[in-house]
């Protein structure tokens, strides 16, 4: 008879984890585990990986939710390998061979697929991928041999390098704006060198300001206790480094926080972080205009308290 369950207490967590997603996982089942392991009450993630790639996966978790569109289009960066000569029906190495072509390529001809694919470009979206058509997903299409038309995307390729590591592999490295698939992308350039490619993995490096250092695995999580989990997190205000910055004093940041406008001395910005000055905390964000501070999405009073009490309980601890 199997032992009865132990349910999980749940609690308030807000921050952002560094995840370097393990292979084999899908980001969901990245992010569950690791809101397991904190307990926590709510989270998300910003973006998905493939089961089959590995990398930087920053998970939100709490106030930290309300802000991950910010890195779902940020630009990121990845590393793959690509098999040349070998096309599959999955642009990977999960999927049948459908076709083989020999292998001839040049050092001109690497340096002609860089120029090529640096810059915007054109992608089409591959079967295999999470976009959905009519509420379902393109890869249960894929899975049931049927092909659906897709529009081409507009994407960029920010930077790109494309090297030999031996007679039938590529190294591709490429920081590309949201949106970019990398599994079209070493299909692509295998194609534009005449013999076809699949990648056989696929690492991301990079997204927005994140890098694979500042990450943590989840083998390395799940031997820490509580305490070592929560100082692993990222404050949720990580998520907006680049924006400008602006901090109210007590009475606007109150009336800010329901919502109203604020007028100051503020030139024109798209993206603020607004901080309260006392006590120091993150109240949200917002765009100025015509000495205007406009709110976006912000926390709550609840939310802030929470984060501030976390804080103090940290620097009382030992």
């Known amino acids: 008879m199997n032992a009865p369950r132990t349910r999980v207490q749940r609690r308030p967590v807000h921050g952002v984890l560094l995840l370097d997603k393990p292979l084999g996982l899908s980001s969901n089942q990245a992010l569950q585990k690791a809101k397991w392991l904190l307990r926590a009450e709510k989270a998300g993630h910003t973006g998905t990986l493939d089961p089959l790639a590995t990398g930087v996966l920053p998970l939100c978790f709490g106030a930290a939710t309300k802000f991950s569109q910010l890195h779902l289009d940020a630009d990121k960066t990845y590393e793959a390998t690509a098999r040349l000569g070998i096309k599959t029906a999955t642009g990977d190495a999960e999927g049948e061979v459908i076709a ?37 997903a393109l890869y249960e299409y894929a899975r049931e041999g049927i092909e659906i038309e897709r529009a081409p995307r507009d994407v960029v390729i920010h930077k790109l390098s494309v090297r030999r590591t031996d007679d039938v592999s590529l190294r591709i490295v490429a920081t590309v704006s949201k949106g970019t698939y990398i599994r079209t992308l070493g299909e692509d350039i295998g194609e534009a060198l005449g013999c076809g490619a699949h990648l056989t993995s696929l690492r991301r490096t990079a997204t927005g300001g994140f890098g694979e250092a500042q990450c943590v695995t989840l083998e390395a999580l799940e031997a820490m206790d509580e305490d070592e989990r929560l100082a692993r997190l990222l404050p949720a205000e990580s998520l907006v480094d680049g924006h400008s910055r602006v901090t109210l004093g007590n009475e606007d940041a109150a009336r800010f926080l329901s919502g109203l406008r604020r007028r100051g001395d503020w030139a024109d910005a798209g993206q603020v972080a607004v901080f309260g000055a006392e006590p120091p905390a993150f109240l949200g964000t917002a765009h100025i205009t015509a000495n205007e501070l406009i709110p976006g999405r912000l926390l709550n009073p609840i939310e802030i308290q929470q984060i501030l009490l976390n804080a103090q309980q940290s620097e009382a601890t030992p």
Do not use: C, N, W
């Open 100 to 136: 083989e072509r020999p292998v001839q390529v040049t050092p001109e001809d690497l340096a002609r697929v860089e120029a090529q694919f640096t810059g915007p470009i054109r992608q089409v979206p591959p079967m295999h991928s999470a976009l959905k058509k009519d509420g379902k």
